[in-house]
């Protein structure tokens, strides 16, 4: 993603910074998703590995991007604190 454009986005929930998830927590998050425990914030189970996603600043929230576009909604998003 061009840096220039993700130092202007920001989370349209918390209004924090954006960056990209690192390799380690988009594969904590797949393994979550692969076990059928994850939901977005609309309560939908996800179903599909994430190959991409923007996290915000404090790492508490997760954006999907979808053939290299983000999708900043907030029933897209994901709260991480599912993790545990």
Not at 50 to 63: F, P, R
Request: proline share 5%; glycine share 6%; net charge positive.
């Amino acid at each position: 993603m061009n840096k220039k454009l993700l130092s202007i986005l920001c989370c349209p929930v918390s209004h924090k910074g954006l960056n990209l998830a690192r390799p380690k927590l988009l594969e904590k998050i797949n393994i979550a998703i692969n076990t059928g425990k994850l939901t977005n914030r609309n309560g939908n189970i996800l179903s599909k590995s994430i190959k991409e996603a923007l996290v915000t600043d404090d790492e508490k929230i997760i954006y999907p991007m979808r053939d290299g576009i983000p999708v900043l909604l907030e029933e897209e998003s994901i709260e991480l604190n599912q993790l545990g």
